[in-house]
C-alpha cells in the first residue's frame, strides 16, 4: 500500500446519520483488505500474502460528526499483510497463515470538534498493524475470535494529536483509540 494523505482543512462540516456510517476513512493496506460494508457471519482480517502497508496522515480542522451504532468519526489504518474493517455477526478470524508485512506510521491531527454517538462509536481510531488484522465492528453484538496464527510483521508509529474536543456516547464509543500491534491482530 502506498501513503495516504487526507487535510480537510476548509472549515466545513462532515456528518453522517447512519449504522456504520464513518466520517472520515484513511487506509493503506498491503496484502489485500479493505472495507466490508455488509455483514457477515465470519469476517477474516488478513490473508495469506505479503505486502506492507504504507504511511497515513489524516488532518482536519472540519468538524466531524457521526450518528449511529459503529459510526466512528476517523479511521486511520495502515495495515502490512492484509486486513482492514469488517462487520461481522458471530465471529472474527485475525490474519492468515504466511501473511506478512509491516504497518507504517499513523499521524491524526485533530484541530476542530469531533461528535460521534451510538454503540461503538469511536471518535479516532488510529492503527498500524504489521502482519494482517484491523477491526471489527459490531452494533453490541457478542463476538468470538481466533488468531493471529503464523503472522510477521511489524506495527509503526501511531500519533494522534488533539487540539479540539472530542466527545461521544454510547457503549464502546471510545474517544482516541490508538494502537500499535506486530505479528498481526487488532480490535473487536
Known amino acids: 500500500g502506498g501513503s495516504v494523505s487526507v ?96 504497518g507504517g506510521s499513523v499521524s491524526v491531527d485533530v484541530a476542530a470538534p469531533v461528535i460521534t454517538s451510538g454503540t461503538n462509536a469511536v471518535g479516532v481510531l488510529a492503527q498500524s498493524i504489521g502482519g494482517g488484522g484491523g477491526v471489527a465492528v459490531t452494533n453490541n453484538t457478542p463476538l468470538t475470535y481466533s488468531g493471529p496464527t503464523g503472522a510477521s510483521g511489524t506495527g509503526g508509529a501511531v500519533t494522534v494529536t488533539v487540539s479540539a474536543p472530542i466527545s461521544t456516547t454510547g457503549a464502546g464509543a471510545y474517544g482516541i483509540f490508538a494502537q500499535s500491534v506486530s505479528n498481526g491482530g487488532g480490535l473487536v
Open 7 to 102: 487535510s480537510a482543512t476548509n472549515g466545513w462540516t462532515i456528518s453522517t446519520a447512519a449504522n456504520a456510517g464513518y466520517g472520515i476513512v484513511a487506509q493503506s493496506i498491503g496484502g489485500g483488505g479493505g472495507i466490508a460494508t455488509m455483514k457477515a457471519d465470519t469476517v477474516a482480517l488478513g490473508g495469506s500474502s505479503g505486502g506492507d502497508g504504507g504511511n497515513v496522515s489524516v488532518s482536519t480542522s472540519s468538524q466531524v460528526i457521526t450518528a449511529g451504532p459503529s459510526s466512528m468519526g476517523i479511521i486511520a489504518q495502515s495495515i502490512g499483510g492484509g486486513g482492514g474493517l469488517g462487520r461481522p455477526t458471530s465471529s472474527v478470524v485475525f490474519s492468515g497463515s504466511g501473511a506478512s508485512g509491516d
